[in-house]
Nanobody, 123 residues
Framework: QLQFVESGGGLVQPGGSLKLSCTAP????????IGWFRQAPGKELMGVLCIERDNQITHYGDSAKGRFTIYRENAKNTVYLQMTSLKPEDTATYYC????????????????WGQGTQVTVSS
């Protein structure tokens, strides 16, 4: 049974950095594409970045380009989202998603398998 554990969120000032971690105890993430999605209060769930097994990366929109990096450490069964130059509009709950071996297309409905981790960017 897949259950994601997302961690690393918190309160950070604009311009700051955070590294989010996503793991799935007892479930091997290696064969799958893993994505980071986020949901701001009152808004829809939106994709941020996704990484496939061969490290091919999908960007969802331009909001994260040049600021966020996704990478995976298969030995630790963990996928990371390194976030820099954070902005107040990055405030959201961040979730891992798994939708198969390929990253989901933009707008594709995905299921959530974890509680997410809250990121708040505020001075």
């Amino acid at each position: 049974q897949l259950q994601f554990v997302e961690s690393g969120g918190g309160l950070v000032q604009p311009g700051g950095s955070l590294k989010l971690s996503c793991t799935a105890p007892g479930f091997n993430l290696d064969p799958y594409a893993i994505g980071w999605f986020r949901q701001a209060p009152g808004k829809e769930l939106m994709g941020v970045l996704c990484i496939e097994r061969d490290n091919q990366i999908t960007h969802y929109g331009d909001s994260a380009k040049g600021r966020f990096t996704i990478y995976r450490e298969n030995a630790k069964n963990t996928v990371y989202l390194q976030m820099t130059s954070l902005k107040p509009e990055d405030t959201a709950t961040y979730y891992c998603i798994l939708d198969g071996i390929r990253c989901p297309a933009p707008g594709h409905k995905v299921d959530l398998w974890g509680q997410g981790t809250q990121v708040t960017v505020s001075s």
